[in-house]
């Protein structure tokens, strides 16, 4: 035969729900709530700590960056510099050498005047003993006889240097 | 048909004297009905199925993670904004509350006994929540401001009122669950005794009762289910977390 509580009656079932409703309200505590709570926390720490240290490596990352613009910045100046250098001394040098080689030049067209200058000396000398010697000849022949051959030597000699020193020069 | 509409007793032994309980009277026995099997056929299966969703918990949540991380929040989104954030160490007990009184209002679609469809389970809850109404306003407010707050409040001449209002608290809880959870089960029996005597001494099968609860089992055991499981839950919040701010 079964046997039936009344609808509306306490029983020993009332002591029964309340054990079994704190019982499984520590159970879920236990298996449910707790290790969920842990977990959704154990993410947000993650997480906090991700985002920490993903900004710390940008902060990082933006201070070697801007290290290393800063040493481009003073290789690029530095390069500059060292280019300028190169170039000016080029420049020196290119002038140097321009000037040496005018230098030398002159000295060489310097030399040549000189040289020209002692050559047409010696051809106008030589020139002017052959006439010297030329007008002395004449002028025996035509007194035939030796003529005092130093009188009359100085005296040819001072008329040609007379007259020559004028017109020779053209 | 089960037209006993009390809960049975599946275990009872008997005394030569009776127990005396000073709320129960003399108990010629010990029993125990169904209502507390199938509540510890209910724990048994919460309890395996929290250890199967909690099972190999990733910081990356996939597949049933989410679903016990999804259930988790939930209650305690709700603790949190009915209680206030301060009181969110409550989400425990409310969330386990709030699932338990859904499993049991649902458990009638198994074709079982709800336990909440037992007096006995009501007021467990209800008096837990009366408890914990004035365990924790004493706690709080300590005993003169608790009794201040309860029972003078607005003014001295209100404390017979007030000390009923809080008695009436708990009894209201219990029995509002307890009779629409058994008020859905009676009338679900009612139908299915109705609906299986349509031609019952013609046709070998009662074919009536194949689809037609459907849409009664929906409002009655679901829809009602789930609504007084959350009323309970609420009032229960409200009314623990009102004691202790006010």
């Not at chain 1, 990352?61 to 003073?74: F, S, V």
């Not at chain 1, 040549?112 to 025996?140: H, T």
């Not at chain 1, 240097?161 to 053209?170: F, S, T």
């Amino acid at each position: 035969m079964e046997v039936y509580t009344g609808l509306v009656s306490f029983g020993w079932s009332w002591f029964f729900q309340v054990a079994n409703t704190l019982i499984l309200v520590a159970l879920l505590f236990k298996f449910l709530f707790k290790p969920v709570n842990n977990m959704l926390k154990k993410r947000t720490e993650t997480i906090a700590n991700d985002l920490s240290s993903a900004e710390t490596q940008r902060d990082e990352a933006e201070k070697l960056r801007a290290d290393y613009e800063k040493r481009i910045k003073e290789i690029r100046i530095e390069a500059d510099g060292i280019l300028k250098d190169a170039k000016n001394k080029a420049d020196d040098r290119a002038k140097e050498i321009i000037q040496e080689a005018r230098d030398k030049s002159d000295d060489i067209i310097a030399k040549a005047q000189v040289e020209i200058d002692r050559q047409n000396r010696n051809a106008y000398n030589e020139l002017k003993n052959d006439v010297a010697n030329m007008a002395f000849m004449a002028a025996e022949k035509i007194i035939g006889e030796k003529m005092d051959d130093k009188l009359n030597e100085k005296l040819v000699v001072k008329f040609i240097e007379e007259a020559g020193d004028v017109k020779w020069q053209k | 048909m089960n037209t006993e509409f009390g809960s049975k007793k599946i275990f009872e032994f008997f005394f030569d004297k009776p127990i005396h309980l000073p709320i129960l009277g003399d108990q010629p026995s010990f029993y125990i009905t169904e209502t507390v099997i199938n509540t510890w056929i209910i724990m048994i299966l919460l309890v395996v199925v929290s250890i199967i969703l909690t099972r190999n918990m990733k910081l990356v949540p996939e597949g049933k993670q989410n679903v016990a991380e999804i259930l988790v929040g939930l209650l305690t989104n709700l603790t949190g904004s009915s209680m206030g954030k301060d009181k969110l160490g409550f989400a425990p007990y409310m969330g386990t509350l709030m699932i338990f009184l859904v499993c049991s209002n649902l458990w009638g679609l198994t074709g079982m006994r709800p336990p909440t469809a037992d007096l006995n389970t009501t007021f467990a809850l209800s008096i837990l929540t009366f408890f914990m109404i004035h365990g924790f306003a004493i706690k709080r407010k300590g005993v003169f401001g608790w009794i201040k707050g309860t029972f003078f409040e607005p003014v001295a001449v209100m404390a017979p009122l007030n000390l009923i209002s809080e008695i009436a608290t708990p009894v209201s809880l219990a029995f509002r669950l307890f009779g629409n959870i058994v008020g859905g089960m009676i009338i679900m029996a009612l139908i299915y005794n109705a609906l299986g005597s349509i031609l019952g001494s013609v046709l070998p099968i009662p074919i009536f009762m194949l689809a037609i609860p459907v849409p009664l089992h929906g409002y009655f055991d679901i829809f009602a289910g789930v609504l007084q499981a959350f009323i309970f839950t609420m009032l229960t919040m409200v009314f623990v977390s009102m004691a202790m701010d006010d």
